[in-house]
């Protein structure tokens, strides 16, 4: 179990251990131990550092007067305000449940030590807390990982190594599948995390399999290559020989998933915008026989609209500036600052360099076995999205139907995803809906025009995505083999509160109030009931039950998302009636909170990290989710085969059926 972001300690011998040894030579000095019992030193609270180091000046039955260390400053306060702290012995210490005084102060200030001094990782009794150093550090390469392999947690500093060791070791030994469970608020490092338990896994459970690693052909990604679509000459065995060995597939399913799916957020520079499961499965020797991924909640909407300060996927800008001359005529590529879809948001990221970070990509592509017509079809999907955007509806006044008044750019939109164009604006201009048993063509003004274009953008990024995450997962798993156990890495987005959160900040955040009282209940409530079963002296504490109150107001049958949907069926429902259900039927829940200024948001929800204030601005669209059928029929007929097949599963919601 991992708790908050990927972490490292920076030693120079990148053992993740020089550090420990040395911090323990110097606090287990008598010396230090009898200073620390002369000053008598409490924790006190600070209005703004939480809890500050005192000395006791002197006490009576109730009180303490205590003089603050950092400035020498005299206080008398209550007792109950105080806090013990820990001998010096206890000094950055690597598993928190060692301390004899196990407080809130106590924790923090440990974690603040070590965190100071580079030891991030910090066992907490069954859990690893990982502190996040928003920097590469050097502790990840194969000696680290082969000084971790098959040591008790004991031996070894704590590192996300022994976290993933323990769990290959517990599945080999027990016959038991494990799973790890990344945890922590946006930008904590879940997704870096859940890349190291990988490497390690990749590492330890495939490389003796032949004994050697194969080297990896013909992954160049020079000029030309993807504009062409030769006839694909391998057979399936000689394409697995070019890519290379399964463990190396699975390692780069990572930076193909991040350049889709992950983009730059006001509290991370590279936040996933979707949550992932993923499955590696193993045989009976131990070895990695195949791994599967499930992905949840992308976030969709970023593809047409970004706050500011953020960017919409990686993959755009990447794509927009890693392509040659020709590469950029072919798919009718313009600079970035042409595409309206990316204008909301933030188009320069410093320090990275969007262009060799597209060759990257395609290349993990390439090693996953990606053929090019493949990757160019992808690729004409995601220029023909931020081509959606560009597309300008007018409308003269005193009329109900926009007009098209130039189709440039539908022509360009239409060549890449093989429509007809007539067709095609026709779809959104004057589109064929059912009337009784007729069908007549209905005139859409421009608002309706733009949405029903966004929407599209956006099934189509989600569709394109969706194939994306099926052919790795035929590549990780092209044996067909479920394996004999498996280890199950979860990777969801992490709570988010922003200045402005809207309907996926819902979903992201009730995910988590899920995922922690699972948390909670697995690790705190079955273990209480244990100590009752066995007869030990226990007091139970409440630790699950306490988030259901949030839990029910967001899922119960009159709860924000049943009302929602409730909503979405009554064709006048509007944003504002549905806030003014929420109001009807919670406005005295516990959890709930009508707003003091119903400008600032429209209401507030307790979650277990605290409130969160959110907008109701279109949310009745974004549940319903609506596309028009003309033009997901032209979709699903085009004659590019990769987009007619994406397209093809029947599960649309249409908005002329709303």
Known sequence: MLNGGIGNNNNKNEDGGGGPLAARMRITDPMLQAEWAKKRLIWVPHETEG???????????????????????????????????????????EDMADLTCLNEPSVFDNLKQRYYSELIYTYSGLFCVVMNPYKKLPIYSEAVIESYKGKKRNERPPHVFAIADCAYRSM???????????????????????????????????????????????????????????????????????????????????????????SKTVKNDNSSRFGKFIRINFDLAGYISGANIEFYLLEKSRTCRQANDERSFHVFYQFLRGTSAEEKASFLLEDVSKYKFLQNGYITLPNVDDAAEFHNTIRSMKIMGFHDDEINSVLRVVSAVLLLGNIEFKQEKNSDQATLPDDTVAQKICHLLGLPVADFTKAFLRPRI?????????????EQAEFGVEAIGKACYERMFKWLVSRINKSLDRTRRTGTSFIGILDIAGFEI??????????????????????????????????????????????????????????????ILALLDEQCIFPKATDKSFVEKLFTYHEKHEKFVVPEMRSKSDFAVMHYAGRVDYYSDKWLMKNMDPLNENVVQLMQNSTDQFLAGIWKDGKERFFFDI
Not at 187 to 195: D, M, Q, V
Not at 215 to 230: H, I, R
Not at 434 to 446: F, I, L, S, Y
Not at 533 to 542: A, Y
């Open 172 to 262: 080999l030994q027990d016959h038991e599948d494990q799973s790890i469970l990344c945890t922590g608020e946006s930008g904590a490092g879940k997704t870096e995390n859940t890349k190291k338990v990988i490497q390690y896994l990749a590492h330890v459970a495939g490389a003796t399999r032949l004994g050697h690693h194969n080297k990896l052909v013909n992954t160049s990604t020079s000029n030309g290559l993807l504009c062409s679509s030769p006839a694909r000459s391998h057979s399936s065995v000689d394409q697995i020989n070019l890519v290379g060995e399964l463990e190396q597939q699975l390692l780069q399913a990572n930076p193909i998933l991040e350049a889709f799916g992950n």
């Open 51 to 93: 809890f500050v180091k005192a000395s006791i000046i002197s006490e009576d039955a109730d009180t303490y007067t205590v003089e603050f260390v950092e400035n020498g400053h005299q206080l008398r306060l209550s007792k109950d305000d105080c806090q013990k702290m820990n001998p010096p012995k206890f000094d950055k210490v």
């Open 434 to 446: 059912k009337v009784g048993r007729e069908h007549v063509q209905k005139a859409q003004n421009k």
């Open 498 to 559: 922003f200045k402005l959160n809207s309907f996926e900040q819902l979903c992201i955040n009730y995910t988590n109030e899920k995922l922690q009282q699972l948390f909670n209940n697995t690790m705190f409530v079955l273990e209480q009931e244990e100590y009752q079963r066995e007869g030990i002296d226990w007091q139970f504490i409440d630790f699950g039950l306490d988030l259901q109150p949030t839990i029910e107001l967001i899922e119960k049958p009159t709860g």
